[in-house]
């Protein structure tokens, strides 16, 4: 067969491996299938080209243009994944270990894409917080902001997941703004390299964006400064090495990291045999064990069961285990197919032999197995492996040796406490599940353990049918987790952006927030509009433009009327002593929503224009009550702008409603849905 020459994509360009090449096998048959090596690569070239072309590229855009970039290249991978999907197979991986890899990557691409556009605003500041008054008056005022770095992030990404480890971090760096140097782990990165150059065929980003490095990362991180940022995914040794980094450390380079993780499944006191609770718990524990053949920073490693369920347990374990097929990962019959390389099989075994000296082995032997369609002494298999661990109270290597393929190992607890102590003992993990019914065993779990896990996963006979299972990480949720797995934090949707970015905290006047933001600030100058606003287009209209509405009465018939049609007979619009007696109210008071409802009147547009539909309102308030006799107006003010579509955006108003002495009644925030200029 034909050895593939695996290129880097370094300054817009693609590079032939060159110097001491190093050769990378199939893991299902053992062939000599690549060659990678980046010596001679300019490394500090490259993070030039990513500071000088990539990054004022993308920052020259909006967080929408962004997202909307994103969405067009996950649309344009999904279409040529098949490609992706018939190399995947030469990394051991199975049809379905391909889609979590690649459509999962595809898919996390997407919900950053919506996410972005969604809750990051159509411009180029991310505001982190409300805004502070810093003085008595209002003119000075502060609020956080984060904008992007100004540097290169550099994406070391592990073997067992060449497309999605790659894309779940590019997708919130791109967002972002900042552009990415990509460094696969070298045996899987033949996988990586193709969907790379999809990704440059694409056209959708600009030059510098993203670049790739197949084969060794050189003196890359010596230079690296603090406008940078690094983001790893290994082992805990890799990482301590990486981050030790004199150049990293002296220059205060950002590192995140998620690491080794020894993650646990607990087994409810409530979940005995025959509840749905105790199937489930049966199928994720395989499923862990034998999807990607284990190779998933996320996999169960100790499953911790009550002590009287240890046997029937194992039992029903072993029934599962024992009809799974090994072999070819391209045979549609295949269910776990090969690790990612002999030197990852090498180091399981070498694992087991230091688990077996506290851990009875109950199913799988690694010496003896049969592999369908392959031959099982040139390709990197594995059977899977349930250990039983009698004494976890006193053993240490069960806590502290991951064994990165398709192990396990089942353990007892008495109690709740013991249960939770033991997820404990794995150092911090990425993600504990338990699987229970009842809401006091999972409040306990997660008061008791929560400290110790990056995500806690519950899962019963009510969320069965939909959840996404122990070991799937989430672009919606944080994938991370303290201790022992490195302390970082991924995806978690828009926070997982804000690693790519510098907050700031801004003082000023309020025109200067308002400038700084795009956002209107309350006691910053008005703006009188030529017309009413409800009569201009979304591109007419500025931030800030204002209008005062004319006066109107609030009546008691008013009131009676709203309580009549309405139905709202509250005591407080109805009965006057009752109202009386009651601390925040005078006496009889307008409903709120009348208030809202006259607001409306007085600052309503009702010709058709512009303006398609209120889709709603936020952060209502209402500061003093109003009495019969009371005259209010409004201010409405145009607040911030965000384009949604190509015919329409978003204009949030500031609304605010004020009594006859100017006090104020009401605030709140509209949301309406206005026409581009035609």
Same mark, same amino acid.
């Given at each position: 067969m034909t050895i593939l020459e695996l290129h880097s994509f370094a300054k817009g360009k693609w590079v032939a491996p060159a110097g001491n090449l190093r050769p990378i096998?199939?893991?299902?048959?053992?062939?000599?299938?690549?060659?990678?090596?980046?010596?001679?690569?300019?490394?500090?070239?490259?993070?030039?080209?990513?500071?000088?072309?990539?990054?004022?590229?993308?920052?020259?855009?909006?967080?929408?243009?962004?997202?909307?970039?994103?969405?067009?290249?996950?649309?344009?991978?999904?279409?040529?994944?098949?490609?992706?999907?018939?190399?995947?197979?030469?990394?051991?991986?199975?049809?379905?270990?391909s889609k979590i890899d690649i459509d999962g990557g595809i898919g996390t691409l997407m919900v950053f894409a919506s996410k972005g556009r969604r809750e990051m605003p159509d411009g180029k500041v991310f505001l982190?917080?409300?805004v502070e008054q810093l003085s008595r008056k209002g003119s000075f005022v502060g609020q956080h902001i984060c904008t992007p770095l100004l540097g290169v992030a550099v994406h070391i990404n592990a073997f067992n997941f060449p497309v999605w480890g790659m894309l779940e971090k590019l997708a919130p760096s791109l967002l972002a703004g900042v552009p990415a140097i990509v460094k696969p782990a070298t045996a899987t990165s033949f996988l990586t390299e193709a969907c790379v150059r999809l990704m440059d065929q694409s056209g959708i980003f600009p030059a510098g964006s993203f670049q790739?490095?197949?084969?060794?990362?050189?003196?890359?991180?010596?230079?690296?400064?603090?406008?940078?940022?690094v983001s790893f995914t290994g082992s805990a040794d890799t990482a301590l090495m990486l981050r030790s980094n004199p150049n990293l450390l002296g220059r205060g380079v950002r590192f995140l990291a998620e690491q080794d993780s020894l993650n646990a499944s607990v087994l409810g006191l409530d979940a005995g045999i025959g509840t749905p609770e105790f199937e489930l718990f049966v199928k994720e524990a395989v499923r862990e064990m034998t999807a990607k053949a284990g190779q998933k920073c996320t996999a169960i490693r100790r499953m911790i069961v009550p002590e009287a369920m240890l046997e029937p347990l194992a039992e029903a374990m072993v029934a599962k285990l024992e009809g799974m097929v090994?072999?070819?990962?391209?045979?549609?019959?295949?269910?776990?197919?090969?690790?990612?390389?002999?030197?990852?099989?090498?180091?399981?075994?070498?694992?087991?032999?230091?688990?077996?000296?506290?851990?009875?082995r109950i199913h799988g032997d690694p010496q003896s197995f049969r592999v369908d369609g392959a031959d099982g002494d040139k390709g990197a298999f594995l059977p899977p492996v349930l250990l039983r661990c009698n004494d976890p109270d006193t053993s240490e290597m069960v806590h502290s040796i991951e064994a990165f393929g398709p192990v396990s190992t089942l353990m007892g607890y008495r109690d709740i406490d013991h249960a939770a102590a033991l997820m404990n003992r794995g150092g911090g993990s990425l993600v504990g599940s338990v699987i229970t019914n009842d809401p006091e065993v999972a409040r306990a779990i997660t008061m008791a353990s929560a400290a110790w896990h990056g995500r806690l996963y519950f899962n019963n006979r009510h969320s069965m049918a939909e959840s996404t299972g122990h070991g799937s990480p989430l672009p919606h949720m944080i994938h991370g987790g303290p201790g022992r797995a490195g302390g970082g934090e991924e995806l978690g949707g828009i926070r997982g952006v804000m690693?790519?970015?510098? *907050? @700031?905290?801004?003082? &000023?006047?309020?025109?200067?927030?308002?400038?700084?933001?795009?956002?209107?600030?309350?006691?910053? #100058? $008005?703006?009188?509009?030529?017309?009413?606003?409800?009569?201009?287009?979304?591109?007419?209209?500025?931030?800030?433009?204002?209008?005062?509405?004319?006066?109107?009465?609030?009546?008691?018939?008013?009131?009676?009327?709203?309580?009549?049609?309405?139905?709202?007979?509250?005591?407080?619009h109805m009965d006057d002593a009752a109202a009386c007696a009651n601390p925040f109210f005078p006496g009889r008071v307008a409903h709120g929503y009348l208030l809202l409802?006259?607001?409306?009147?007085?600052?309503?547009?009702?010709?058709?224009?512009?303006?398609?539909?209120?889709?709603?309102?936020?952060?209502?308030?209402?500061?003093?009550?109003?009495?019969?006799?009371?005259?209010?107006?409004?201010?409405?003010?145009?607040?911030?702008?965000?384009? *949604? @579509?190509?015919?329409? &955006?978003?204009?949030?108003?500031?609304?605010?409603?004020?009594?006859?002495?100017?006090?104020?009644? #009401? $605030?709140?925030?509209?949301?309406?849905?206005?026409?581009?200029?035609?």
């Open positions: 096998h199939s893991a299902v048959t053992g062939e000599h299938i690549a060659n990678a090596g980046s010596d001679g690569l300019d490394f500090q070239g490259m993070v030039d080209f990513a500071i000088s072309a990539g990054g004022p590229s993308l920052r020259e855009m909006t967080f929408h243009q962004r997202a909307k970039k994103l969405k067009a290249l996950a649309l344009y991978l999904q279409e040529r994944r098949d490609q992706l999907y018939a190399l995947s197979y030469m990394t051991g991986a199975t049809l379905s270990d982190d917080s409300e790739l490095i197949s084969g060794g990362s050189g003196d890359l991180l010596d230079q690296l400064g603090a406008q940078d940022i090994i072999g070819d990962p391209s045979l549609a019959t295949t269910r776990i197919g090969a690790l990612a390389s002999a030197e990852q099989k090498a180091d399981v075994l070498a694992k087991l032999a230091i688990l077996g000296a506290e851990c009875t690693h790519y970015m510098q *907050r @700031t905290a801004v003082q &000023g006047s309020p025109d200067i927030l308002t400038a700084i933001g795009d956002v209107w600030v309350r006691g910053s #100058a $008005e703006i009188t509009p030529p017309e009413h606003p409800f009569r201009r287009s979304f591109d007419e209209i500025s931030i800030g433009e204002t209008i005062h509405t004319d006066s109107r009465e609030v009546t008691l018939a008013d009131i009676e009327h709203f309580a009549r049609f309405t139905g709202d007979t509250f005591y407080a409802s006259f607001a409306a009147g007085l600052f309503v547009e009702p010709s058709p224009g512009p303006v398609l539909a209120n889709t709603g309102l936020n952060s209502l308030s209402f500061q003093k009550p109003v009495v019969p006799g009371d005259k209010i107006h409004a201010r409405l003010t145009a607040k911030r702008k965000t384009r *949604r @579509t190509d015919e329409y &955006g978003e204009i949030r108003w500031n609304v605010t409603v004020y009594n006859q002495q100017n006090e104020e009644v #009401a $605030e709140y925030e509209l949301l309406t849905m206005v026409a581009y200029s035609r």
